[in-house]
């Protein structure tokens, strides 16, 4: 059984000085053989996902209810959600907050609550300060998501009053991703023109400031497979349901 643990040869200074210097960087190799773990634990069949769709509430609903719904309700619904992407903050993927997962005692793959539990180890936060320069850093939440053909993340910058988020963070652990399926991290400026792009490759952890404004394009339908992804925000305090 592999141990999910930092890799030895992590090149951090390169990597911070991007970080710096843009606001937003990349770094290789983070848990080496740990991210074919992590990919072969969010496609297990004992994984529970939620579907995600922006709504006053900020609740998510269990996909397994989700599709259970007539095929014209679940038009309905994403139809909804299309409509007020058009010139508004909306979005659809799967996702399951470790937080509130092991609150609730769910019984997912055990790699995804040990890697929550590596996120909050000393080490890892003592690497996350190193990459930042940021000492203020004190947690790493994580959810596990994927996207699914049609899914998509509008433009936004993260920023939450009292949430204490730093910085974000994006593990990639999709096999074999390939640009044209879509699913790309996209920053923006001020007019809404991209400026840079990252393309969820295996392995990869991607780091960026807090707020900044970015977006992750749609997936295609002829995506070969779905992206899989860990995400959060490195905080200067732990989310209500983490205390």
Not at 88 to 113: E, N, S, V
Not at 122 to 129: G, I, N, Q, V
Not at 170 to 181: F, G, I, T
Not at 220 to 232: C, D, E, H, L
């Amino acid at each position: 059984m592999t141990v999910l643990r930092l890799a030895d040869d992590l090149d951090i200074g390169t990597a911070a000085e991007r970080l710096a210097r843009t606001g937003r960087t990349r770094l290789s190799g983070l848990i080496g053989e740990g991210a074919d773990v992590i990919h072969a634990a969010v496609t297990h069949p004992d994984m529970v996902w939620m579907r995600a769709i922006e709504n006053p509430y900020n609740e998510d609903v269990p996909v397994a209810l989700f599709e259970a719904e007539p095929i014209e309700e679940q038009a309905r619904l994403i139809a909804m959600a299309h409509e007020e992407a058009v010139d508004g903050f909306q979005f659809i993927f799967d996702r399951l907050r470790l937080g509130r997962a092991k609150a609730m005692g769910l019984a997912i793959p055990q790699a995804l609550y040990d890697l929550h539990a590596l996120f909050n180890s000393e080490p890892f936060l003592d690497f996350a300060r190193r990459l930042t320069g940021d000492d203020r850093i004190a947690y790493a939440d994580a959810q596990p998501t994927r996207y699914l053909p049609g899914h998509f993340l509008n433009r936004h910058t993260d920023e939450h009053v009292d949430a204490g988020r730093l910085y974000a963070y994006v593990l990639n652990v999709s096999p074999d991703w390939r640009a044209e399926w879509g699913g790309l991290l996209m920053f923006l400026d001020e007019e809404g023109a991209v400026t840079e792009t990252f393309t969820p490759t295996f392995g990869t952890l991607n780091v960026f400031q807090v707020p900044q404004s970015h977006a992750v394009s749609m997936v295609a339908p002829f995506a070969g497979a779905p992206r899989y992804s860990i995400t959060g925000w490195w905080r200067d305090t732990p989310p209500p349901e983490a205390r």
